[in-house]
């Protein structure tokens, strides 16, 4: 009897150490889990996390001179998460839509799906008009802005 006690109580000790165990793994993959997407896309632009996902700031001066590596870099990670949406804003004085345009098909030319990506454009003349209807906000102080808005999907 005595041996078949000791057994039994072995037995549940191995059961709530592996448990233990488990809990504590589970539990540790669900509170830090590792943001591959952020870190890699972190290393190409300036990348920041939103409430809806991230928000990449591209060097729009760069860009305009004809240096896209910065946007082929990102297009390149943002083709190994083909479920996740971008947005291309930008805010310039004179054709916006001409520049989000371009940075889609660096973009595409990477492969993301055009399906994917939506655009947005505002006009340096477009966005003081929208201020003075949204409160007297003050001007943009930058010339030329763009950036990207990654969603990414569970």
């Known amino acids: 009897?005595?041996?078949a006690s000791l057994?039994?109580?072995t037995w549940v000790n191995w059961l709530i150490l592996l448990i233990l165990l488990a809990s504590s793994t589970v539990f540790a993959a669900v509170s830090t889990p590792p943001n591959q997407q952020y870190e890699a896309l972190s290393r190409c632009a300036e990348t920041a996390q939103?409430?809806?996902g991230f928000r990449i700031e591209l060097d729009a001066k760069k860009f305009?001179?004809?240096n896209s590596n910065e946007v082929d870099a990102i297009g390149h990670v943002l083709s190994k998460f083909p479920k996740d949406h971008v947005s291309v804003q930008v805010?310039?004085?004179s054709e916006p839509i001409r520049d989000a345009e371009a940075i889609r098909d660096r973009l595409l030319e990477n492969g993301v799906s055009s399906q994917r990506i939506s655009l947005s454009g505002l006009s340096q003349n477009e966005s003081s008009?929208?201020?003075q209807d949204q409160s007297q906000s003050q001007p943009i102080s930058q010339p030329?802005?763009?950036w990207l808005e990654i969603q990414p999907t569970a």
């Open 1 to 3: 009897m005595r041996v």
């Open 7 to 9: 057994v039994a109580m």
């Open 50 to 52: 939103t409430s809806n």
């Open 64 to 66: 305009k001179a004809g």
């Open 91 to 93: 805010y310039s004085g």
């Open 129 to 131: 008009n929208y201020q």
């Open 144 to 146: 030329m802005s763009m």
